[in-house]
C-alpha cells in the first residue's frame, strides 16, 4: 500500500522532478555516483558495522541472534532553520517533562488542577510507587530523553513517543557519522555539517553535574544488563567514550545506603549511575524479586539521596501514550507557552467516544498499546490483514484503557538504496536531549530510522528498519 | 580509574582463550605434517598423542564413533563438546571481549571478533588440505590479537590479557612436552631413528622452536637439549621460563601501581628463581615427567592466586 505522494526530504512534493531549495548537490551526489559505487560504500560501512560488532539482538529470533542494523548512506539532511524550530520545541517539552514528573512524585499539582485525570497517573502500570517522595539532585528526572519526530509536509512536524525511561540508539548517531565521514567525504565539503561527536563529553557533563551534594569529583558508572542485552554495543560504546565504568549489577554492593563496585583494589564508592536496565529489575527488594540484572538495596540508596539514578525511577509515565495525549496540556500547564512541536493526533480509546471512532474506523487508524515500545503490540490498519484487524478489535472491546488510535499519517520519505535502485522510503528521526544541572542541551543530529520495505511506515529495527545518518547544517551553509 | 574485578577476569581469560586457541592451531599443523610423513599407523599414534597433549586421550578409546585423524581433527578444532576446542576456546574469548568491550582497543576487538568469524561457520573440518587452509586463517588471525595487544597502552587491560597467555602458555607447553617423553615413543622404534627425528621437528615447529634450535645448539636435534629449550632457555618465548619471567614481571606491573603485593606475586617469583637456576642435569635426576606435572600444578595454584588477589568474581 502506499499513501498518496507523502513529502519527500529531496524532492518535496514534486515526485522527483526538481530538489527543494538547496538539495540540488545531494540530489546530483547521488545521481551521480555510480550505483555500483554507493553499494561499495554501503557494503564497507556494513562490513565495517560487522567487525566493530556494532549488532543488536532480536528478541525471540534465535537464528538472527546477532544482526547488524541495515545502514543507509544517502544521509538526510536538516537545514539550519528547520533545527533551530525543532531544538527549541524539544527543549520546551523535555522540561515540560521534567516538571510533570517531579510533580507526579510530589506535590501533584498537575492532577489537583484537573489538568491531567488522577487515574492515568497513579493507575499507570509506569508509576512507580517506591519512588513516590524521591528528591533527585535539581529535580530532574528525565536526564536524557529520546523524542520520536515525523515530519508529513515542508513545515508540518509532529512529535510521536517520547522516551524518557532509556531511550537507546545514539551510538548510531555517533558511528553513522563516523562512517560517513570515512566514506563519503565528498558530502562534508558539499555541506556544512554540525559535528555530533561532543555527545559523550556532554553526557559525561551531565552525570557529573546531578551527582548528589558534597560528593568531590564524582564517580559515575554505567549500569548494562550485560553482553547479551541488545543495546550492549552502545552501552559500552557510551561509557568508553564518555569515560566511566561500565558495570553490570554483580559489580555493585550496597552497604548503609551507599552504593559501592568491586574493582581489582578493593571496593570504590559510586555516586552516579546510568542505568540503561529498566525499572523492573533495578533493585529485587523492591521490584522483581527475581532480577538478576539489579542490585540489591539500590533503591534504599537512591531514596536516601546518596545515589543519583539516571534516568530517575518512575519517569516511564512520560513514555505512556496515554499521557503522551495530554502533552500539550502538560506543556502549557509547566511552560506556560503553547507547545512549539505539536502532537499527533491520538483518540483515547479509554473514552467511549473514543473507543467507538477507533472501531469504527480501524483499518485507516494505528493502534497502540499504551505501554508498548519496539514497534510490539500494534496495528497499521492500511497494511493490517482482515483477520488481524479482528484480533485487535476484540482486544480493544476487551481492554480498551491499553489502547490510544492515532491517524495512519504520510511519513516523510528519504532516497533510499534498494534492490532496485534509489527509491523513497519512510523516516522518523529520533534526537536525544540531555537535562543537566546547568540545563537543557541537544545535540545537532539524532537518529534516523528508515523503513526499509517499500511503502513500509514501521521503522523499528526490530520490525526490519535501518538507519541513516542526519545532517543538521550549520547556519552559513547552504540551505535556508 | 580502577578497574572492576569482573573486567579484570575477563580480560585474563581472553588472554589464556586465544593462547589456548593458537596452541591448539599449531599442534594441528604440526601433527598433520607429521602424519603426512608417516605410515598409516603412525599417523593415527600421532593423532592420539595430540589428544593426549590436550587432555582428552580417552577420546581416542572412547565408544560410539571410531576414532581417526578426521574425528581427532574435528574434536581438536570445531567440537563444541570440547571447551578447549579452537571454535569454543575463541567463542569464549570473544563472549569475555564482549563482556570488557569498553577495556579493548578497537582493533584487539577486532582481532578477536575476526578470529571467531573466522570459524563460526565450519561445521567439518573437511580434508587435510582443508584443514590446513583453516589452520592458515587461523594463525593469521592470532597473530592479529598479538599484534593488536603489543599496541595497547601499558595498563591493567593490558596486563591483565598478557598474564592469561603467560599462565596458559606455561600450562601448554609443559603437557606438550610431558607427552612427547612419556606417551609418543611408540615401542620397537629405535630412539634417534628416521620417526623419532620427525616428532622432536613437530615438537620444535609447535613452539615455534626450529630456527631456535639451530641457533643455540648448532647441532643435531638431541632429546635432553630439545628438553632444556623448552624449559629453561630465556630466550624462547613459548619456554617455561619465559612464561614465568613474564608473570613476575606482569605481576610487579602492579604491584608498583597499587604498592600492593600478594601471594600470586611470592608464587610466580620462586617459580622463576627456580627455573633460573635449573639446568638439564637436574631434569634428569628428578625426572622430566615429574618436574613439568610440578609445573602444571604449581601453574594452576598461581592461576587460583591471581583470581583471589584480583577479586575475580
Redesign the interface.
Known amino acids: 500500500m502506499s499513501l498518496t505522494s507523502p513529502f519527500d526530504e529531496v524532492w518535496g512534493l514534486s515526485k522527483g522532478e526538481a530538489p527543494r531549495e538547496g538539495f540540488e548537490p545531494l540530489a546530483r551526489w547521488f545521481e551521480e555516483t555510480p550505483a555500483s559505487e554507493l553499494t561499495r560504500r554501503q557494503q564497507a560501512a556494513e562490513a565495517a558495522f560487522r567487525s566493530l560488532g556494532i549488532t543488536f539482538n532480536v528478541y525471540g529470533d534465535e537464528e538472527a541472534a546477532e544482526r547488524i542494523i541495515p545502514f543507509d548512506i544517502i544521509p538526510r539532511v536538516f537545514s539550519a532553520k528547520e533545527w533551530d524550530n525543532l531544538s527549541a520545541g524539544l527543549e520546551q517539552r523535555v522540561r515540560a517533562i521534567n516538571a510533570f514528573v517531579e510533580d507526579c512524585y510530589g506535590a501533584r499539582r498537575i492532577i489537583a488542577d484537573g489538568v491531567v485525570p488522577a487515574d492515568i497517573v497513579l493507575g499507570n502500570s509506569q508509576f512507580c510507587i517506591p519512588a513516590v517522595g524521591a528528591s533527585p539532585p535539581h529535580g530532574i528526572y528525565a536526564h536524557i530523553a529520546g523524542i520520536d519526530l515525523i515530519r508529513t509536509g515542508p513545515d508540518e512536524f509532529f512529535v510521536l513517543e517520547d522516551n524518557a525511561r532509556t531511550p537507546s540508539g545514539v551510538s548510531y548517531m555517533l558511528e553513522n557519522r563516523e562512517a560517513m565521514l570515512r566514506l563519503c567525504p565528498e558530502l562534508f565539503d558539499l555541506f556544512p555539517v554540525r559535528p555530533v561527536d561532543a555527545y559523550p563529553e556532554l553526557l559525561r557533563d551531565t552525570l557529573q553535574s546531578v551527582a548528589p551534594p558534597g560528593s568531590r569529583e564524582p564517580r559515575c558508572v554505567l549500569l548494562t544488563p550485560g553482553h547479551h542485552n541488545s543495546a550492549f554495543y552502545e552501552h559500552s560504546f557510551l561509557a568508553n567514550n564518555a569515560g566511566i565504568e561500565l558495570v553490570e549489577g554483580r559489580d555493585l554492593e550496597v552497604d548503609d545506603d551507599i552504593v559501592w563496585m568491586r574493582t581489582i583494589d578493593g571496593r570504590v564508592r559510586v555516586d552516579v549511575i546510568y542505568r540503561r536496565i529498566d525499572d523492573a529489575f533495578l533493585d529485587p527488594l523492591v521490584f522483581r524479586p527475581d532480577s538478576m540484572l539489579g542490585v540489591t538495596g539500590i533503591m534504599a540508596a537512591y531514596m536516601a539521596g546518596n545515589v543519583t539514578l539516571v534516568n530517575a525511577p518512575g519517569t516511564g509515565i512520560a513514555d505512556d501514550k496515554a499521557i503522551y495525549s495530554y502533552m500539550p496540556d502538560i506543556v502549557r500547564y509547566y511552560t506556560g507557552e503553547e507547545a512549539k512541536l505539536p502532537n499527533v493526533e491520538t483518540w483515547r480509546c479509554r473514552e467511549p467516544q473514543a473507543l467507538q471512532y477507533t472501531l469504527d474506523n480501524l483499518e485507516k487508524l494505528v493502534v497502540k498499546l499504551v505501554d508498548g515500545s519496539g514497534g510490539y503490540g500494534m496495528l497499521v490498519g492500511p497494511t493490517a490483514s482482515k483477520a488481524e484487524i479482528e484480533t485487535f478489535r476484540a482486544a480493544l472491546k476487551a481492554e480498551p484503557a491499553r489502547y490510544i488510535a492515532q491517524p495512519t499519517l504520510a511519513l516523510s520519505t528519504v532516497p533510499t538504496i534498494t534492490d532496485k535502485g534509489i527509491a523513497p522510503r519512510h523516516v522518523d528521526f529520533r534526537p536525544f536531549v540531555l537535562t543537566g544541572a546547568n540545563g537543557v542541551t541537544t545535540v545537532p543530529g539524532g537518529l534516523t530510522r528508515v523503513a526499509l520495505r517499500e511503502g513500509s511506515l514501521v521503522v523499528n529495527s526490530s520490525q526490519g528498519g535501518g538507519t541513516k545518518d542526519s545532517f543538521i547544517l550549520a547556519p552559513e551553509g547552504g540551505l535556508s | ?8 577476569s575477563n580480560l585474563y581469560w581472553i588472554g589464556r582463550y586465544m593462547e589456548r586457541a593458537e596452541f591448539t592451531t599449531r599442534l594441528i599443523e604440526a601433527t598433520i605434517r607429521l602424519g603426512s610423513l608417516s605410515a598409516h599407523a603412525e599417523s593415527e599414534q600421532a593423532w592420539k598423542s595430540a589428544l593426549a597433549v590436550v587432555g582428552a586421550a580417552g577420546l581416542s578409546e572412547g565408544a560410539g564413533e571410531s576414532f581417526s585423524a578426521f574425528t581427532a581433527r574435528r574434536y581438536l578444532a570445531l567440537s563444541e563438546g570440547n571447551t578447549s576446542s579452537i571454535r569454543s576456546c575463541l567463542f569464549i574469548a570473544r ?1 569475555n571481549a ?2 570488557a ?3 579493548l582497543t ?1 582493533e584487539v ?2 582481532a578477536i ?2 578470529a571467531w568469524l573466522t570459524i563460526r561457520d565450519r561445521t567439518s573440518p573437511g580434508g587435510t588440505q582443508s584443514t590446513l587452509n583453516l589452520v592458515e586463517d587461523l594463525k593469521s588471525v592470532t597473530r592479529g590479537f598479538e599484534g593488536a595487544i603489543a599496541r595497547m597502552l601499558r595498563t ?1 587491560a593490558y596486563w591483565f590479557m598478557r598474564l592469561g597467555s603467560m599462565v596458559e602458555r606455561g600450562d601448554n607447553t609443559a603437557r606438550l612436552l610431558d607427552v612427547k617423553y612419556y606417551l609418543l615413543l611408540p615401542r620397537g622404534q629405535q630412539v634417534g631413528g628416521a620417526l623419532d627425528r620427525d616428532q622432536w621437528q613437530t615438537l620444535l615447529q609447535i613452539v615455534s622452536g626450529q630456527t631456535a634450535y639451530r641457533l643455540i645448539y648448532r647441532q643435531a636435534l638431541k632429546p635432553w637439549l630439545v628438553a632444556d629449550l623448552l624449559v629453561y632457555r630465556p630466550e624462547l618465548p613459548r619456554s617455561l621460563r619465559a612464561a614465568a619471567d613474564e608473570t613476575v614481571t606482569l605481576l610487579s606491573e ?1 604491584g608498583s601501581r ?1 604498592g600492593r603485593q600478594g601471594p600470586a606475586d611470592r608464587l610466580a617469583r620462586r617459580r622463576l628463581s627456580r627455573l633460573e637456576a635449573g639446568t638439564v642435569d637436574d631434569l634428569m635426576a628428578v625426572g622430566l615427567h615429574e618436574t613439568l606435572q610440578d609445573y602444571i600444578d604449581e601453574n594452576a595454584t598461581l592461576d587460583r592466586a591471581i583470581a583471589q588477589q ?2 575475580f ?1
Open positions: 580509574m580502577t578497574m572492576l574485578s569482573r573486567t579484570a563472549e564482549r563482556a568491550r569498553n577495556v578497537r576487538w577486532e571478533n575476526r591493567e602492579f597499587s584480583f577479586r568474581p
